[in-house]
């Protein structure tokens, strides 16, 4: 039976493609090290005792680069690429959320996702929320998010 750290990088894998697709960002120890570099709450989980069943990962960036992301300009590894290590930050790139099956739809992302939000909207000006989805669920979730925060959302087009 695997793990549920297993599981999660599984479920990254089929579900985003990263291996196929290099304009996306693949999650490795040393873009761990440069999202952390970021802000801390780049990277939540929720952990059930027996490993992660919740992943959230969100950039702060710029205001001129959620523009270019939105207009199609830069890719989403281009993005992180170009955030500068030091803010402000204006925006915040809601760039993914991966929750194993079992624990969908029990408000799990978008509690780690909000607190990961409140986090860097301590610390940095943040005027706005994008997103590019890969999912309705993606798309509910981002729109929840909005919401709960007040925070005007963006959405990069297909």
Known sequence: MPTNFERMIRLAE????TKND????????????????LHPATLSEFDD???PVVWILLIPTTMPLMERFIANEISEKKLLDLTPLVGPYESI??????????????????RIASGAIRSITKDHPISSLFYWAFSRE???????????????LLMRPE
Do not use: W
Not at 14 to 17: K, S, T, V, Y
Not at 93 to 110: F, Q, T
Not at 138 to 152: I, M, N, V, Y
């Open 22 to 37: 290099p304009a996306q960002i693949s999650v490795t120890e040393q873009v761990m090290d440069h999202l952390h570099k």
């Open 49 to 51: 005792g027996n490993g």
């Open 138 to 152: 993606g798309a509910g979730l981002a729109e929840s998010l909005a919401k709960e925060t007040g925070l005007p």
């Open 14 to 17: 089929e579900f985003f493609e």
């Open 93 to 110: 790139y809601l760039c993914s959320a991966l929750v194993l099956p079992e624990y969908r739809g029990k408000g799990l992302a978008k």
